[in-house]
């Protein structure tokens, strides 16, 4: 028996008993992504009629939907990443207020005292080991930064997270901790297959590839176009690729497992993807358990756009909702409405770009079908008022679609014009020509 049991007897508690600590007003922290609690947050909610005005800050909602969102007279819900949860309960309910971010700062905001002190940090994690420690599972991030600023500590323990070997700040002592709660059993997590590729993705995802060379290093977002970047490269010839990503997703086992991506060439974290949080299927949960072939870190070091830059030959894959013609990308919004947001990709894009041999690909279907089953652009002359510009033209690198790769860097406006609309959908192509006439960034002598 560890010698840390009695001191885990001591502080082990139900949920209800635990979350007894918030009081109205407090600013309460459940554990982002995979480490949201659950029944915490069940004991939380029904607390609701005696409680007024406490903040709950999360990011990325993930199934179930939590309980406290039921009552917004009493819970104020801050997401800093949008899932569909969280689109559709600010969409349809009113619930929940996005909390913009350059994610890399995340634990400075608690260390500098940035951010709104947080009273109490409830987060799920792993079984307590011999040695008195918790680890957090698949959501490194800021949660020890954030730990260290909360005046309580609430874990609750799930037995089915997998054990994620680190890096740093992987794990919690029990004796930072003020209560355990032990949930259930079989309380299993979000199993989230990635989405199989269309082939208007499989199409970006070649025209991608084409630019990765042996020993690149990758980092992939989310979504079907990444997973098949994923694909592609473990069914190619390519070797010794490294990857240091945000976040690790199924794409990054079919990588490893094929053989492809082994970390030899890397100048540090040699033989490892270096990560901060990781989504996706049971399958990719499986894999990363005890797993040395990836390794947890905080996000202001997987994110910090400094330690990036000392990665050769980095390349940095992220999705967008729309591209106008300026080149500016907005990867979070449609109008008023919050889709995803900004997240970690203003730092893999800075940092790729200042990687030596590095390249940085915005990514995006030229086409969607909106409700009414039209067929809508996503390359704009500009954005519709409300929509954020995610990354400023002057950042913009590699722009792709199906129809081809632009570098767009280093450009001009109209040869920027001229370049995004030689990768726009053809039906659409003429109309943006008309546009960029009156918006002065178009030339006669251009390609028609």
Known sequence: MSRFSEEYRQKCVSADEAVKVVKSGDVVDYGFFNGKPVV???????????????????????????????????????????????RVLQRDFNVGFYYPIMYHQAPSWFRDNIAPH????????????????????????????????????????????????????EAVHISAVNHVVEAPK??????????????????????????????SCIQLGIGGMPNAVGKIIAESDLKNLGGHTEMLSDAYVDMIESGRMNGSMKAFDKYRVAYTFAMGSQRLYDFMDNNPAVASYPVNYSNDPRVIAQLDDFISINNALQVDLYTQVNAESLGFNQVSGNGG??????????????????????????????LKSRILPTFEPGSITTIPRHMSDYIVTEYGAVQVRAKST???????????????????????????????????
Request: hydrophobic share 40%.
């Open 414 to 448: 109209w040869k920027r014009a001229e370049m995004m609309i030689s990768i726009a959908h053809p039906d659409f192509r003429e109309e943006l020509i008309q546009e960029a006439e009156k918006m002065k960034i178009w030339r006669h002598s251009n390609k028609k």
């Open 118 to 169: 947080r009273n109490v940090v409830i987060c799920t994690v792993c079984p307590m080991d011999k040695h008195g420690y918790f680890n957090l599972g698949p959501h490194n991030s800021a949660t020890m930064a954030a730990m260290e600023d909360a005046d309580c500590v609430i874990l609750e323990v799930n037995p089915n997270l997998p054990v994620c070997l680190g890096g740093a700040e």
């Open 186 to 215: 079989d309380l299993a997590m979000a199993d989230l297959p990635s989405p199989e590729p269309n082939e208007q993705e499989r199409a970006i995802a070649e025209n991608i590839v084409s630019f990765i060379k042996d020993g």
């Open 40 to 86: 915490c947050d069940i004991a939380l909610a029904a607390r609701h009629e005696e409680l007024r005005d406490v903040e709950v800050h999360v990011a990325v909602t993930l199934p179930p939907v939590p309980e406290v969102v039921k009552h917004p007279e009493s819970f104020v819900y801050h997401d800093l990443q949008f899932s569909k949860i969280s």
């Open 345 to 374: 990709m203003w730092d893999f894009v800075a940092g790729s770009q200042w990687s030596k041999g590095g390249k940085s690909f915005i990514c995006l279907t030229s086409t969607f079908t909106d409700s009414k089953g039209n």
